[in-house]
């Protein structure tokens, strides 16, 4: 979930100083992950890989407000070793399902500050357990000033009330264009690389752009016994087609790095397992209408 309130306020701060020409409302994201077979501590196997899309839309009502909407779904398919998990304490599960919906407000102070306000609601829980139980919201709110005409720098704090936790933490974003070709920005495709972090870009012509970039990432839900989270820093390279018309490709190379697995059973005290670092492969597909 932190990653996508990321997402969210990079969308938003991009959108909040571009005025014309005005973007299409609505916006399609469809995605895919692939990560390369790890192992858990014991040597039990551990595999993922991860769909999902996203649907959004925003629009501007007069001079100073932007409003906006967004719903996503992911599903993340799991396969590992029960027994090298927590001492086989731990119920395996086949996939975990997570449904989101987000709204946001900006409002434009003047030419140079704007003040950002996104609430958001979300679902996450893994095969047999309910969705209902994994029912966590937050809130998220700053502001972006735009230095020079190259240069955009963001601060705020994200609220989140997630799955049996919660946690408040400062955000930093940053969209400068270093030159013509290059950009150093926060990344704000959903899927492998997602909303947080920094990525560096060099767009090669008005069709091909290259990247590469870190960040951290972290997926928590809930289960028959508790909530799970799994967590780890990745480094990722991206190679992005944007044709004539209102869509684009993008490709990715990820690593993760070794992470980690914590379980949060009922009545009792979390418990951590290591995950051993991986390649990975996504892509994603954008549609803008």
């Given amino acids: 979930m932190k990653s996508l309130y990321l997402l969210l306020l ?17 916006t ?16 039990g196997d551990f595999d993922d890989s991860e769909l999902g899309l996203q649907f959004g839309y925003s629009t501007r009502l007069g001079p100073k407000w932007i409003l906006g909407a967004r719903v996503n779904y992911d599903y993340r398919r799991f ?34 500050w704007s003040l950002i306000l996104a609430p958001r609601v979300q679902w996450s829980a893994a095969q047999e357990a309910s969705l209902s139980d994994g029912f966590s919201y937050g809130l998220l709110a700053g502001g972006m000033a ?26 930093i974003l940053v969209k400068w264009q270093i030159s013509e070709r290059w950009k150093l920005d926060n990344p704000f495709e959903p899927g492998f690389s997602g909303g947080a972090g920094l990525e560096l870009s060099y767009r090669w012509n008005p069709h091909y752009e290259f990247a590469f970039g870190g960040a951290y990432r972290s997926d928590r839900f809930v289960v028959n016994d508790g ?16 044709p004539e018309g209102d869509w684009d490709l ?20 979390r418990r951590k397992q290591n995950i051993d670092a991986r390649l990975g492969v996504g892509a994603s597909l954008a549609f803008k209408f």
């Fill in 10 to 26: 990079a969308t938003l701060s991009l959108s909040a100083h571009a005025r014309p020409p005005a973007p299409p409302p609505w």
């Fill in 250 to 269: 993008s490709i990715l190379l990820g690593y993760r790095f070794s992470g980690e697995m914590e379980w949060d059973p009922n009545g009792s005290g």
């Fill in 79 to 112: 396969d590992f070793d029960r027994t090298a998990l927590f001492d086989g304490a731990l119920e395996t599960w086949s996939h975990r399902q997570r449904v989101g919906l987000g709204f946001n407000a900006i409002h434009l102070l003047n030419q140079r």
């Fill in 28 to 43: 399609l994201d469809i995605y895919g992950i692939q990560m390369q077979k790890g192992e858990l501590a014991q040597d």
């Fill in 227 to 242: 909530a799970v989270e799994t967590q780890a820093p990745l480094a990722f390279l991206r190679w992005s087609y944007f």
């Fill in 146 to 171: 735009k230095v020079n005409p190259d240069l955009q720098l963001g601060v705020g704090f994200s609220y989140l009330n997630d799955v049996k936790d919660t946690t408040f933490f400062p955000i």
